[in-house]
């Protein structure tokens, strides 16, 4: 099913990173305060390209230095879309700025900046540990192709999805980028990567449950939640 809404509507499926937040957000403004959101805006998406591109630099520098280390190409090619595809998304109507939605959505999405690139334990082939990405990347892209343009990382209401991934998990998003990080983590494994790991998959959970929490007040959402029963995880989560 794919219903559509007006942005004024109550959404009845997610889409913001994975949810489009509704309620306790702010609306468009207009005059100065318009001006000042979208050079909010623009500044928010040149300091990503840039954080992504300082990353990325670093893990090619190290594939160079070891070019049968697949998963940091692979790791490269996750971040670059799940930031660059942010830089394109349209601009939302209502936002969430809260600070726990803030702090949860950015540390969620840059928790990258703080992985240890440099060799770690391997707890399996780097073969296997790049075709787990390789699987979470095409379910990425399968989640993103759902959204369309509606893929944000604040919890911001863009529209309304319930197509394609959003048939099976709630947040199939979450799902992809928890393949991804699991095939690079036993690959390159130590204690940084493992707690920078571990916040994050915390993070994605309070975010989880915050974008549903705001959103389970509208009973069209509701109904989804009867119709779609896991998460992110079928069976599990």
């Not at 809404?5 to 994975?18: G, I, K, N």
């Not at 830089?87 to 969620?108: E, Q, T």
């Not at 900046?113 to 990425?140: F, K, N």
Request: one cysteine or more; glycine letters at 8%; a positive charge.
């Amino acid at each position: 099913m794919e219903p559509t809404t007006s942005l004024q509507d109550p959404p009845s499926a997610v889409s913001t990173h994975d949810a489009s937040a509704a309620g306790a957000v702010s609306g468009a403004p207009s005059g100065a305060g318009g001006l000042r959101q979208a050079l909010v805006e623009v500044a928010a998406r040149v300091c990503a390209a840039a954080m992504l591109s300082l990353f990325a630099y670093a893990a090619l520098m190290q594939w160079r230095a070891a070019p049968t280390r697949i998963t940091l190409l692979l790791l490269v090619v996750t971040e670059s879309f799940a930031v660059g595809l942010s830089l394109f998304a349209r601009v939302p109507v209502k936002r969430d700025w809260r600070p726990l939605a803030f702090i949860c959505s950015m540390g969620g999405t840059y928790y990258f900046l703080a992985v240890r690139l440099a060799p770690g334990m391997q707890l399996i082939p780097e073969t296997v540990g790049a075709g787990l990405q390789l699987l979470g990347i095409c379910w990425q892209m399968f989640a993103k192709v759902s959204l369309r343009r509606s893929f944000g990382i604040l919890p911001a209401n863009r529209g309304v999805v319930s197509r394609g991934a959003y048939r099976f998990v709630r947040h199939p998003m979450y799902l992809g980028y928890f393949i991804t990080n699991i095939g690079f983590l036993l690959v390159n494994f130590g204690w940084q990567n493992m707690l920078v790991y571990g916040c994050q998959f915390a993070l994605q959970v309070v975010r989880i449950l915050r974008e549903e929490r705001l959103l389970s007040a509208d009973p069209e959402y509701r109904s989804y939640l009867h119709r779609v029963r896991y998460r992110v995880i079928p069976g599990v989560f």
